[in-house]
Antibody
Framework: EVQLVESGGGLVQPGGSLRLSCAAS????????MNWVRQAPGKGLEWVAN????????YYVESVKGRFTISRDDAKNSLYLQMNSLRVEDTGVYYC??????????????WGQGTLVTVSS | VLTQSPDFQSVTPKEKVSITCRAS??????LHWYQQKPDQSPKLVIK???QSISGGPSRFSGSGSGTDFTLTINSLEVEDVATYYC?????????FGQGTKLDIK
């Protein structure tokens, strides 16, 4: 079955760290750009970061630059998001998403179920 | 920046519904539309402004290029009640519109 499954969310204090994982199955993971998108409670979607097929290019939204790091392990068919110096405003559901095609500008076609990150004291 | 209108719309079954998305700069056709139902992940309904998704309902269509885009739902069905988002993948950072929530009148 073609799917993405996120894990690693939880409750963390401001200033803390979390590492999210996304396990891919049912397709050739190494062929696709991969993305993280988040959604604060009751709010809209916000793109967070993405990574090129070979990991050579990474892009981030300004608000997480220097704090979050996206990475991938194609041998394990896995995507990661290391989140440091977490803030209350980072609270939300984090989705990993695969592009429709293999190009950078492709739409986000395959989404995981999301993992909830709560930053609170 | 992507700006959707309206933010909210009450709809009736079989109605034709249009949602617009305006970009603050020319993004060509790198504009995509998603449907999100409560407690579910987003679902891609239109890619690259006007391309339908294989296996998706034919009542969804998209149009536009440059800065102005429209998602149209012909003959809306109750299952289409959801929040719809536009998304640009032209330049980093990628951005989403604020969302348009449809509910049944």
């Amino acid at each position: 079955e073609v799917q993405l499954v996120e894990s690693g969310g939880g409750l963390v204090q401001p200033g803390g760290s979390l590492r999210l994982s996304c396990a891919a199955s049912g397709f050739t993971f190494s062929d696709y750009w991969m993305n993280w998108v988040r959604q604060a409670p009751g709010k809209g979607l916000e793109w967070v970061a993405n990574i090129k097929r070979d990991g050579s290019e990474k892009y981030y939204v300004e608000s997480v630059k220097g704090r979050f790091t996206i990475s991938r392990d194609d041998a394990k068919n896995s995507l990661y998001l290391q989140m440091n110096s977490l803030r209350v405003e980072d609270t939300g559901v984090y989705y990993c998403a695969r592009t429709y095609g293999t190009g950078r500008s492709s739409a986000l076609y395959l989404w995981g179920q999301g993992t909830l990150v709560t930053v609170s004291s | 920046v992507l700006t959707q209108s309206p933010d909210f719309q009450s709809v009736t079954p079989k109605e034709k519904v249009s949602i617009t998305c305006r970009a603050s700069q020319n993004i060509g056709t790198t504009l995509h539309w998603y449907q999100q139902k409560p407690d579910q992940s987003p679902k891609l309904v239109i890619k690259f402004a006007s391309q339908s998704i294989s296996g998706g309902p034919s009542r969804f269509s998209g149009s536009g290029s440059g800065t102005d885009f429209t998602l149209t739902i012909n003959s809306l069905e109750v299952e289409d009640v959801a929040t719809y988002y536009c998304h640009q993948s032209s330049d980093f950072p990628y951005t989403f519109g604020q969302g348009t929530k449809l509910d049944i009148k």
